[in-house]
């Protein structure tokens, strides 16, 4: 069964802390991305990485950084978090090039409050 | 430019209704449609998925429409159920050299009551 884990559910945080919010997918896919989700404006893609150390800005990287040292694994991090980060983050991988229908397969999503 | 639009933003229905949920788009080159459940405080995972050739497919109580000409697809939810209370988001992909590029609908988000 197709896996994808968030380390945290639920994140509180200070303005300007440095915050880390870790995927794992047990899938060995080489596309993974990083969204948030906010009321009214649907996921919005912040970065992707489809392969090991590459990375791709998205729609909104402002503010944000990614990290993909293992196909696994990619990170997401806020290095000074703000109170306009509060949003749900939601994490997602698909196999690379070869399928053109693959599915995106979604964590569970990380709700993150900066006060 | 590319965009996904949903409608309505918000249902409330009866347990046992049937609804209708629309997905407009102007996604190009077009590669394919997805419907996505998202239960609250969960991520979406995929209903079923819309092809350049396909005008109906269902899944269960789930039957999802294609009019690629007219760029439309619709979710229609019969015999609705408590469980059904969810988002449901329309994400459309378009083709590019580099794979496909995903774009999402607002979402609906519906309520069954009893």
């Known amino acids: 069964d197709v896996k994808v884990t968030q380390s945290s559910r639920y994140l509180v945080k200070r303005t300007g802390e440095k915050v880390f919010l870790e995927c794992v997918q047990d899938?060995?896919?080489?596309?993974m991305f990083w969204y948030r989700q906010d009321p009214g404006l649907g996921l919005r893609l912040i970065y992707f990485?489809?392969?090991?150390?590459?990375?791709e800005k998205g729609d909104i990287p402002e503010g944000y950084s990614v990290s993909r040292e293992k196909k696994e694994r990619f990170s997401l991090i806020l290095e000074s978090a703000s109170t306009n980060q509060t949003s749900m983050y939601l994490c997602?991988?698909?196999?690379?090039?070869?399928?053109?229908?693959?599915?995106?397969?979604f964590g569970p999503g990380t709700r993150l409050t900066v006060l | 430019k590319n965009q996904v639009e949903q409608s309505p933003q918000s249902l409330i229905i009866l347990e046992g209704k049937n609804c209708t949920l629309q997905?407009?788009?102007?996604?190009?080159?077009?590669?394919?449609l997805r419907w996505y459940k998202q239960d609250t405080g969960r991520g979406p995972v995929s209903l079923t998925i819309m092809t350049f050739s396909e005008n109906t497919k269902s899944n269960g109580r789930y039957t999802a429409t294609l009019d690629a000409d007219t760029k439309q697809s619709s979710l229609h939810i019969t015999a609705s159920q408590l469980s059904d209370s969810a988002s449901y988001i329309c994400?459309?992909?378009?083709?590019?050299?580099?794979?496909?590029?995903?774009?999402f609908g607002t979402g609906t988000s519906l309520t069954v009551i009893p």
């Open positions: 994400v459309v992909s378009g083709v590019l050299n580099t794979g496909n590029q995903f774009y």
């Open positions: 990485s489809y392969d090991v150390k590459m990375k």
């Open positions: 997602a991988s698909i196999p690379g090039l070869a399928g053109r229908f693959n599915e995106q397969f």
């Open positions: 899938m060995d896919h080489e596309n």
């Open positions: 997905c407009n788009y102007t996604v190009s080159p077009f590669s394919n």
